[in-house]
Every structure is written in structure tokens, then in C-alpha cells.
């Protein structure tokens, strides 16, 4: 049982990148799962959600109208696509599962302290010119 998280790269200020997170071993249909990421120096925050009940979404302040999460069930696989990325993006991104839904932004992002089911490995992504 794993989630797989790969994408990461280097690339240029305003450029993309699409970051997957693959699980393995359970069905993700159940399950909230985003992510979360840990900028050099800084505490690991939380980036996005899709919550299991809904498909409602979830973002940070700092990336609504950049980031896109969506799953795709057939695949269990959930994507963050990014655009115009910003230096102040390089980080270590991690996903994460819980088997519950998420109704509010909070609710995400007090899972950083406990309670996440499953956790991936991070994959880095570097913005720089």
C-alpha cells in the first residue's frame, strides 16, 4: 500500500509542470487525497485537495488560479498541474490520503499534524531562471 508521487523538476519562472500521485494498493474512490509541500527553511503547508464526497476542491491562497487538482478514478491517480510558476514554488511536494471527506480548507490542512492515512514519498520542485 503506497502512494507514488512523481512530476517534479526544474523549470523556469512562469513555466508548468504537472505533478501525479499514484496510489497502489487501495482504491482511491474513497478517499481525500492532495498535497502539501516543504519550502526550504519553512514548515511543510498544504497546496491542495479533492475531496472524496464531492470532488470539491481545495487551494491555498497562494496558488488559486495557478494550481488545478483533479483525479482520475480509472487510473487512481490524482494530478496537480501548475502554472505560472513562481520561485517562491520550489519545495518538496508530498500527497496524501485520508479516508474521509473534507468539507473546508482547514480541514485539509489539520491533517499536516495527524491523521493522514497514507503519505508519499516527495517529489522537488525547483523554479528558477
Known amino acids: 500500500v503506497q502512494l507514488q508521487a512523481s512530476g517534479g523538476g526544474l523549470v523556469q519562472p512562469g513555466g508548468s509542470l504537472r505533478l501525479s500521485c499514484a496510489a497502489s494498493?487501495?482504491?482511491?474512490?474513497?478517499?481525500?487525497i492532495g498535497w502539501f509541500r516543504r519550502a526550504p527553511g519553512r514548515e511543510r503547508e498544504g497546496v491542495s485537495c479533492i475531496s472524496s464526497s464531492d470532488g470539491s476542491t481545495y487551494y491555498a491562497d497562494s496558488v488559486k488560479g495557478r494550481f488545478t487538482i483533479s483525479r482520475e478514478n480509472a487510473k487512481n491517480t490524482v494530478y496537480l498541474q501548475m502554472n505560472s510558476l513562481k520561485p517562491e514554488d520550489t519545495a518538496i511536494y508530498y500527497c496524501?490520503?485520508?479516508?474521509?471527506?473534507?468539507?473546508?480548507?482547514?480541514?485539509?490542512?489539520?491533517?499536516?499534524?495527524?491523521?493522514?492515512?497514507?503519505w508519499g514519498k516527495g517529489t522537488l520542485v525547483t523554479v528558477s531562471s
Open positions: 494498493g487501495f482504491t482511491l474512490d474513497y478517499y481525500t
Open positions: 496524501g490520503a485520508v479516508r474521509r471527506s473534507i468539507k473546508n480548507w482547514t480541514g485539509w490542512t489539520s491533517l499536516n499534524y495527524g491523521g493522514m492515512h497514507y
